[in-house]
């Protein structure tokens, strides 16, 4: 009888539940405890008891335009030493790729306990929460929803109990082949809530097969009574998961854990990141390296596409269960535009030298002459930089950063939204009155953001806006655990570049071109997804997952030349973002 225990905001007494077996796909555990116990419920997708989240769902900022990240995974393989604390850290390093909930997952060795709850880190943690959670090896998530919507449910990690094997797990992207996976598994809609909840199912269900074709000798008349000795020896979950893995298609950085082992694994196409770091007696892997150094790990390696890494008493193995001809190194080239943190470290480079190179190469690409080079906060300024050192204009700073506004604030009111960039930036007038500015910023999606933000600094006094962008035009909507929202809503896959540039009301507008972002990573033959810009998608994406998504909808504006002053793009028409799940 697994005894996991999964607890919401604050853990609460742990019950053993009376919850047999997984009985295969769809089944979940059978005989779980429902019961209400004064705002405690039994989930009965998972073992144990949980409490009814306090915090409720943080809204999305309706005024943040930035493409939107998936996940972030932590796992730490350390005896002796304090797990969940370390994970804490690591999972607060990895806080800007999901604000929306976060939890970790911990063993002692013969229980695995998970806490999560809707929320920032520092939100569903405390010293209190931390203190109880003492083991060997702890896995955790921060998560941004995409498939599957933003619910205490679908909060990381994802627990399963089989038979005496209990396991976790947290997920990094987006499968793409979600739907078919679950009808060939004969599950009944709404069995499982995310993809991430699929390849749980999955594995339990594996786990399942294989207890019961593994007929104890003595069983009585061939019966399929668990082999005792294969369930309790751990490795279960290693050939359940590598048996798993080949049916999944899209983007997976994976991280599962068990009583006694963390395994890492990334997709064939390593359209996320997963890297490995090793500390004083233990492993740790992360989304990102700055969560290795955070609790003082030195960076070893970047799991490789394709690869499955496990961890546990005997060191690192490494595994490879996908098939050669599905290899095809495709990591998300945003992750160097905007996503990773800046001291990320990517296909061996450094991803805030590729930011100010993105500057320089766009100061070569698309000069102007201007009297001040400034960024827009945060992933703006270094490409500021380079763009500033490159074309020898002075860099200077014309926004004020409010750093108390975090990603997920509530916007209090529709009137209140157009103040909603204010909120965050504000103009440095005396930087700004009278000068020809080049403002250099990450991407654009819908423009909202850009265009309140010309408006306000030409309320500020400048003379000319120059815009520049270190990322191409967005035409396409991303498949693979990026939320950039329907094509519909993406103004380049609807304007030109000239009428962007009026929609906007910018003097003059450039993007990166695919091939100087590329170079400006340090490393173009490594192999990049840019599907987004291009359409060229490294994993194909079913029809099913394409319809209403990659076609324009009949609404979106033609006979373009005109100022988009209403339909579509009409900033009070914008749909509000916080309903929209991205593929
Ligand atoms: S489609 Fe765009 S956002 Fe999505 S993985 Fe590819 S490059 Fe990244």
């Known amino acids: 009888m697994a005894s996991g225990a999964v607890t919401g905001r604050e853990p609460v007494a742990t019950v053993s539940v009376e919850d047999g077996d997984v009985g295969g796909p769809g089944m979940g555990p059978k005989g779980a405890r429902l019961a209400g116990i004064g705002g405690i419920h039994v989930c009965p997708c998972d073992n144990g008891i949980v409490r009814e989240p306090l915090g409720g769902v943080p809204h999305r900022d309706p005024d943040d335009d930035s493409p939107k ?35 970790m997952a911990v063993s002692d060795g013969d229980q695995v306990t998970v806490v999560k709850d809707m929320g920032l880190v520092s939100h569903v943690f405390d010293e209190r929460t931390l203190a109880p959670l003492t083991g060997d090896l702890a896995i955790g998530h921060t998560r ?19 038979g005496d094997t209990q396991f976790a797990l947290g997920h990094n992207g987006n499968l793409v082949n979600t739907a078919e996976l679950a009808r060939e598994a004969g599950m009944l809609d709404g069995t499982v809530a995310s993809d991430s909840d699929l390849v749980a199912e999955l594995v339990a269900a594996e786990l399942d ?96 596409p394709g690869e499955m890494v496990i961890i546990d008493e005997s060191g690192v193995t490494s595994r490879r269960p996908f098939p050669e001809d599905r290899l095809n190194p495709s990591l ?127 309320e500020a006094g400048v003379a000319e806006v120059h815009l520049r962008l270190t990322s191409p035009p967005i035409k396409w909507s991303c498949f693979y655990g990026i939320d950039t929202g329907r094509r519909s809503e993406l103004l380049a896959a609807n304007l030109t570049v000239e009428e962007i540039r009026d929609y906007l009301d910018v003097d003059t507008l450039a993007f990166i071109t695919l091939d100087r972002l590329v170079a400006s990573t340090g490393a173009p033959g490594a192999g990049f997804c840019a599907a987004c810009f291009t359409g060229e998608y490294p994993v194909p994406v079913p029809v099913s997952l394409s319809k209403g998504v990659l076609e324009a909808t009949p609404e979106a504006p033609s006979g373009i030349g005109a100022p988009v002053t209403s339909g579509l793009f009409a900033p009070a028409m914008l749909p509000a973002d916080d309903a929209r799940q991205g593929g």
């Open 332 to 458: 998300c080239i945003f992750e160097f535009v905007y996503f990773a943190r800046p001291d990320t470290r990517l296909y061996g480079q450094s991803v805030h030298h590729a930011r100010v190179r993105q500057g320089e190469l766009l100061a070569e690409q698309a000069p102007v002459e201007a009297d001040m080079v400034m960024g827009v906060p945060e992933s703006g300024l270094p490409a500021a930089e380079g763009y500033a050192r490159a074309s020898g204009i002075p860099y200077g700073q014309g926004l004020v950063k409010n750093r108390y506004i975090g990603r997920t604030f509530i916007a209090p009111s529709q009137e209140m939204r157009a103040l909603g960039v204010r909120m965050k930036l504000n103009p440095l007038r005396e930087n700004l009155t009278g000068k020809r500015v080049v403002v250099v910023d990450d991407s654009v999606v819908r423009g909202t953001t850009q265009k309140q933000l010309v408006k306000m600094l030409r």
């Open 144 to 162: 941004y929803s995409t498939t599957g919507s933003s619910t205490w449910r679908n909060a990381q990690p994802v627990y399963r109990g089989v």
């Open 209 to 304: 097969r294989a207890a019961s074709v593994s007929v104890h000798p003595s069983a009585p008349s061939g019966g399929h009574a668990a082999d005792p000795t294969l369930m309790g020896r751990g490795a279960t979950l290693d050939a359940a998961v590598a048996a798993v893995l080949p049916r999944l298609e899209g983007a997976f950085s994976l991280v599962f854990m068990d009583e006694h082992r963390i395994i890492g694994v990334r997709d064939p196409n390593g359209l996320r990141p997963l890297c490995l770091g090793r500390l004083e007696g233990g492993w740790v892997m992360a989304s990102e390296s700055p969560a290795l150094d955070v609790v003082g790990a030195h960076f070893v390696r970047e799991v490789e």
């Open 69 to 103: 990240e998936a996940c972030g995974v932590f796992g730490v393989y350390a005896p002796g030493q304090p797990v969940a604390h370390m994970t804490y850290l690591g999972l607060y390093a990895l806080q800007h790729r999901g604000q929306e909930s976060a939890g």
